[in-house]
């Protein structure tokens, strides 16, 4: 199931299922409704808020079915939820949230101070992320130096093995990232026209993870890499507004750290006396970031307002190099420097005009410049190729770019309950040390809405652009360091990049809503899109897309909402390659057609059963995906499947004014078919994998909860 399809329906049923109740007859409607509750009103004073307690049981364990909500393992877990205001007769108050105590997905807010005045807060935020609960490697850390050893004994000669059956050779090491996340806030008003902001944060991030590695070209290994990052942020704000300028003044910084700066782990595929049994590879550098920011609006008259904004960044990176090799059967030149000592500075201006000249049109204008100047230093670097073989010497080349974004669009209000719409894009990049140095997208659209009737409207929307790429020049062919004489290690010289390659696109939206009658609507949402490379002689030739969502809502009375939607997703391109390393090798060409869908059904309901006392609700989710890449001439691969199923109910019953119960109880299926994870046997020299299974389960939850609201 893609993360797009995924979003689209779940905003789509959070909405039906957020409908508020109709009402049922005339008189009902001409009902004085009761004012709403105002937490800011002078007589709401005192403490209010609620405090829940739960306990539940969850049937298996799955790092998927908890993989960010923390609910990963078998057994009893407790809960603890809460909301707290206290406000007294002078404008003081405090807040505070808990989200899940109990839970690796906690969160606790606090924020306090007095109102119109000044604001503090803090908040801890954890999060975690479990990927595989299965990762199997013969690799640890036995001497916590950072560096992955094999098990006395580890035989390199050995061909082929399975994982499962490596018994104590082998550490189950489950791949996990916590993130824990704690600051502080503060607001300040100083009058009623400005104000003072600013935050501080520290983040900490750390687990294991997966990383590639490999000695020569056929010799791979999958390495469980432990590590842990940290990132302090800062801010601060000024604000100001009147009734026709507004203003807003920021500097940020970013300072991130890493307490590992180097990846080594010992060659599976070699003795330990050789030349190459151990390997190392650089982490991510420590960096930071400062941007200063300046936003400024101003309405020029009562139908026109001009906004501007301006920022300028810093980015740094300064860590040491590593060594080129800790193989000490290379012979390599000194370092040409200890560090990178890399810099870019970034800038961002913008200009925006939105104005309505005539009761019917509305005219819309922005231009964006966007700058990235890297000034790192260019240095002659010896080229190492897998800790093997020296590759001649290279330069490093600091890529820059620069963009302007021009945006237009006019809106008319036709007779006949019409609005039409009309715009151009262009997007320009021009960059330094790339293929392509200059590519030019430009995007025509229009948008016709239509409301034939009261209980129907209808959206049509059509777009067309094209992008224009300067010619094609290899890196070699501009750096004498680049033209390898036997051409070893370069990429093939028609490949593209389709990101800056010539590309045409066309693409066609339609909507529509339907409401027969008040309690009923019904919508229907399309969108197609095909891009066509034309000059792409080896990469990407075509993609298209047809996304489509189909919904129906339907209120049966006050107390009954019910909620359906079906949406479908498919994905597909061609794409050519070639085999040649060398320039006297033939070209082998091969063209692959890859293909993806999805496609979701989702159902949900909300019931008052018993007013004032009994609500109940459910929700299902029920989602499939497929993937084949089919070869021309050769075989296809096995297909790529997964199928989700999930079942969400929940009650809440209300005992007294003070006192509710709640009950939840979820239920996920999942099935996955993996050609690269299901029945792959290691071998060697090939592939020293982790192991990892394809995700395969059942799993359900129960909670009960007692919610206390005073």
Known sequence: MSANTYSVSVVLLLTALGQPALAADDESQNETPEPPSCKFCPDNEGWSGWIEGGLGFQSDDSYHFGRYSGYEEEGFLGNVN???????????????????LLIETRLLKIQGGRQGQYEVGFEYDQITNFREQSAYSPYRDQNGDGILELPAGWVPGLTTYNMPNLGSALVKTPLKTERDRTGANFTFYPSNKWEVSGYIRHEEKEGVKDVGATFGFDQTVILPVPFKYETDDFGLTLNYNNDKFQSRISYISSLFKNDQNVIGWQ????????????????????NQF??????????????????????????????????????????????PATSLDGKVNTTLASLQVASQPLPKLRLDASYTFSDRDNQTSINTYDYVVTDLATAGLRKNAPYSFEQQRLHLKAGYRLPSNMNLSLGLDDDKMDRTHTSVEQTDDKTLWVKLKVRPMDLLVTTLKYSISNRDASDFTPLSATDPLLNNPNGKYENNILMRAHNMADRSRDKLGFEIAYTPINELTIGLDLESIKDDYDNMIIGLQQAKGLIYTASISYAASETLVASMYYSYDKLSSDQSGSEKILPTDP???????????????????????????????????????TGNIEYIGAVDLAELSSTLASISVHGVYTMSEEMSLRA???????????????????????????????????????????????
């Open 664 to 710: 939840d109880y979820r239920y996920e299926s999942y099935e996955e078919s993996d050609w690269s994870k299901d029945g792959v046997v290691n071998t060697l020299p090939a592939l020293l994998s982790l192991g990892t299974a394809t995700q395969d389960y059942t799993a359900s939850l129960v909670l009960v909860s007692l919610r206390y609201q005073f």
């Open 82 to 100: 809460g909301e707290f205001d206290y406000r007294d007769e002078n404008g003081n108050f405090i807040e505070a949230v808990i989200d899940d």
């Open 587 to 625: 070209e082998n060409l091969w063209v692959a057609a890859d293909s993806n869908v999805t496609s979701t059904l989702g159902v949900g309901m909300n019931w008052a059963a018993i007013e004032d006392e009994l609500d109940v609700g459910a929700e299902l989710t029920y989602s499939e995906f």
């Open 290 to 335: 400062h941007q200063f920011s300046a936003l400024l609006g101003y309405q020029l008259t009562t139908d026109t307002r001009v906004s501007a904004r301006f920022a300028r960044g810093l980015m740094k990176q300064n860590e040491d190099f590593q060594a080129y090799s800790i193989n000490p059967g290379i012979t390599l030149s000194s370092l």
């Open 267 to 286: 060659n599976p595929y070699e003795n330990i006396s050789s030349n190459t049994a151990f390997g190392q590879m650089a982490e991510a550098p420590e």
